[in-house]
């Protein structure tokens, strides 16, 4: 991964993301928390691994909620971007769109900056916006 990327690069963000991807430390079943400081540049990621492929959303909420109000509290955490690693193609589903919610609404009760949601698939890594709710 680059050294302090920006969290509201898109294109820092993708680069970095299909890099991790080709080196196989985004496994299918996965979600990665990236963490930035006030200017958005990226401090630190966590990886939670064993993620069911479709949990309900409530789980989701609960798994994400806490977290994110926890890190908040470290000084230097201002920010957050989501990614979600699954098998099958890039196409964004409902279930993207339910990790995208799910972040969302997270990340605004615990005071952070929501730097977005990126789907990596074997097929490529893309971003999930609410307008694909719509294609899905």
Do not use: C, K
């Not at 890190?71 to 957050?80: I, S, T």
């Not at 995208?100 to 990126?118: K, N, W």
Request: cysteine-free; proline content about 7%.
């Amino acid at each position: 991964m680059t050294n302090r990327f920006r969290l509201d690069d898109e294109a820092a963000v993708r680069t970095n993301l299909e890099l991790l991807a080709q080196q196989g430390d985004l496994p299918s079943g996965s979600l990665l928390v990236m963490l930035g400081d006030a200017h958005s540049r990226i401090v630190i990621a966590v990886a939670i691994d064993d993620v069911p492929p479709d949990p309900p959303q409530d789980e989701r909420v609960s798994l994400l909620g806490p977290f994110l109000r926890q890190v908040r509290e470290h000084p230097d955490v201002h920010g957050a971007l989501l990614v979600v690693a699954r098998a099958g193609s890039a196409q964004v589903g409902m279930s993207d769109l339910a990790w995208h919610d799910a972040f969302d609404g997270s990340s605004r009760i615990a005071g952070l900056t929501a730097h977005g949601v990126y789907l990596a698939t074997p097929s490529g890594v893309r971003r999930v916006s609410p307008r694909a709710r719509e294609a899905a």
